[in-house]
């Protein structure tokens, strides 16, 4: 008997086309899902299934008012533990709409990259060269994270996901590119005064495979908003 109830609210900051080919892959969808319920403390030996729910058959306290049908992806994660079966919701919502600047701001652009070729997780590299795990760029001012952009040259049958960390913590800031896209690149904005970060804040740039692929040549962007 599954006992108890939690609701896991994902914004996921995607391209309806990316959100549409990562939702047709069932595969790939419980590797992200799963790899969610991961970062909120559930061990994934754990997880027994990860089950599509029907939006038109809505679980109790899962609300999705005003949200448009296609970018909604809504999945039920049936996982044990000591105190028994348990399911846990995620509910992906997919957007490129972000709320406007009121006054102006300064931008400062940092530039991240790979020329080598893999298929293993890593951190891309600074213009230095430097390897951004181990050195990332130190912010000088507050500020906000409002923008990333990649290029990439993919091959196999998957996606890549580029991802921001700040001070060695996943930021929610990413872009997702998948092989059977006819251009391998991606670009996201995202409003200020959501993802912020202080002077003296590392940041660096991840990178992960999902599914058979290697990736090379990466080019990635990020744009910050300093106060």
């Known amino acids: 008997m599954k006992k108890g109830m939690i609701i896991i609210v994902a914004f996921l900051f ?8 990562l939702s047709s ?17 559930i061990d994934e030996s754990k997880i027994v299934d990860v089950v599509e729910i029907d939006k038109n058959e809505l679980p109790d306290g899962v609300d999705i008012k005003n949200i448009e049908d296609n970018k909604v992806g809504i999945y039920g994660v049936d ?13 992906t919502y997919s957007t490129t709409q972000f709320v406007p600047r009121s ?4 931008l ?15 951190y891309l590299e600074t213009v230095g060269g430097v390897n951004s795990g181990r050195s990332g ?15 990439i040259e993919l091959e196999g049958d998957g996606f890549i996901e580029i991802k921001v960390y700040k001070n060695g913590r996943e930021t929610g800031l990413d872009n997702r590119i998948f092989t059977s896209d006819s251009r391998k690149t991606d670009y996201v904005l995202q409003s200020e005064n ?8 590392e940041i660096s740039v991840f990178v992960k495979a999902y599914g058979d692929i290697t990736w090379t040549n990466v080019n990635t962007i990020l744009e910050t908003t300093l106060w």
């Not at 995607?14 to 080919?21: D, H, I, T, W």
């Not at 006054?103 to 300064?106: Q, Y």
């Not at 530039?111 to 293993?120: C, I, L």
């Not at 760029?137 to 290029?151: D, F, H, N, P, V």
């Open 103 to 106: 006054v102006a701001r300064t």
């Open 25 to 41: 892959n069932s595969s790939l969808v419980d590797s992200y899902v799963k790899e969610f319920v991961g970062r909120q403390g």
């Open 108 to 122: 400062q652009n940092y530039y991240f990259g790979f020329a080598g070729v893999s298929s293993s997780p890593g």
């Open 14 to 21: 995607l391209s309806v086309g990316a959100f549409a080919e």
């Open 79 to 91: 996982y044990a533990d000591d105190s028994g079966e348990k399911r846990v919701f995620v509910v």
């Open 137 to 151: 760029y130190i912010m000088l001012r507050s500020g906000s994270l409002t923008g990333l952009s990649t290029s």
């Open 194 to 201: 959501i993802l912020n970060f202080e002077a003296g804040d």
